[in-house]
Nanobody, 120 residues
Framework: QVQLVESGGGLVQAGGSLRLSCAVSGRTFSSYAMGWFRQAPGKERRFVAT????????NYADSVKGRFTISRDNAKNTVYLQMNSLKPEETGVYYC?????????????WGQGTQVTVSS
């Protein structure tokens, strides 16, 4: 079974930056689109960004466009999320996820999450 392990979270001041990483086990990483999601305290998990299997296509939530960058290194089985100009409302647990093999555009393999706290 595939495993996804996020890292790179932490405490940062508003306006600061963090780079999240997600290491994925298995030999089929390069076959799948990957995504990042955020769950704020007491709220539903929300989409942040997604990247196609080869990195050629990316998509972002409107609120993070121009500040966040999703990327991947298929040789390292890792997907990244560079977050700049962070805002306090972006505090939450950040999850990476792998696209489903059954229903395109949905995600069915998830990591355990990494906490990001943005102080004002």
């Amino acid at each position: 079974q595939v495993q996804l392990v996020e890292s790179g979270g932490g405490l940062v001041q508003a306006g600061g930056s963090l780079r999240l990483s997600c290491a994925v086990s298995g030999r089929t990483f390069s076959s799948y689109a990957m995504g990042w999601f955020r769950q704020a305290p007491g709220k539903e998990r929300r989409f942040v960004a997604t990247i196609s299997w080869n990195g050629g296509s990316t998509n972002y939530a409107d609120s993070v466009k121009g500040r966040f960058t999703i990327s991947r290194d298929n040789a390292k089985n890792t997907v990244y999320l560079q977050m700049n100009s962070l805002k306090p409302e972006e505090t939450g647990v950040y999850y990476c996820a792998r696209e489903s093999t059954v229903v395109s555009g949905t995600y069915d393999q998830w990591g355990q999450g990494t906490q990001v706290t943005v102080s004002s």
